[in-house]
């Protein structure tokens, strides 16, 4: 399985989901400004939106969005309880999370670092995007984890959503439970390694 990704970008959470679950994957880097791979392939013929992250099978079948691929990579390793079995309300509520990082946090996150994106909308997201990182700082304040007390795959997106706040003047600080809380999820030995890997740590 080969995982294209952008280092720091979205692409992380699968990368530390492989990591999590101990699946071996080749990591293939994607310049998302050039759409070019490290080998110079073009990226849009893997996938025609241009962006990451893809999972590449063997036998050349294709996984893309973010949410879809962590759960089929921790689906593969059950032992690890990277998400909770398919069928159980607990897994509606991992797609719940999933959902909601996914376009009421990440999006607002990207929208930030549009350089089109004029200064006046960019107040009016970051506005909204506090909103939703208090919902979930409300949510972290009386439990270990998204889902209670055990890690899942909605934690390591989460956590490589909190980490872009630098970057677009965001400051995570001001939220001290989701600031414990990534500080938490970036302890992890297979969360190390996968910034390691993408030259992060
Ligand atoms: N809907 C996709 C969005 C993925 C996405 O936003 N990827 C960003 C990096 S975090 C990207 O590659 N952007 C480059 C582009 O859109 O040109 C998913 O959830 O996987």
């Known amino acids: 399985m080969k995982l294209y990704y952008s280092k720091g970008a ?8 492989a990591c999590e679950a101990g699946l071996p994957i080749e990591l293939v880097e994607v310049d998302l400004q050039s759409k070019r791979t490290s080998a110079g392939e073009d990226f849009r013929l893997i996938n025609p939106n241009g962006y990451v992250p893809v999972l590449m099978f063997d036998d050349g079948k294709k996984l893309t969005e973010g949410p879809a691929i962590v759960q089929y990579l921790a689906d593969q390793a059950p032992d690890k309880k990277l998400v909770p079995p398919a069928g159980t309300f607990e897994r509606y509520q991992l797609q719940q999370w999933l959902n909601f990082i996914s376009t009421e946090i990440h999006k607002g ?9 004029p200064e006046e909308a960019k107040q009016v997201v970051t506005n909204l995007l506090a909103s939703r990182l208090e919902t979930a700082a409300a949510h972290l304040s009386n439990r270990a984890f998204l889902l209670g007390d055990d890690f899942t795959v909605a934690d390591a997106y989460l956590f490589v959503t909190l980490r872009w706040g630098a970057y677009v003047n965001i400051d995570i600080s001001r939220w001290p439970v989701l600031a414990n809380y990534a500080a938490k999820i970036s302890a992890r030995p297979a969360v190390q390694k996968a910034l390691k890997e993408e030259g992060l740590a």
């Open 10 to 17: 979205c692409s992380l959470s699968p990368h530390i989901t």
């Open 109 to 117: 996150f990207g929208a930030l670092f549009n350089p089109a994106m």
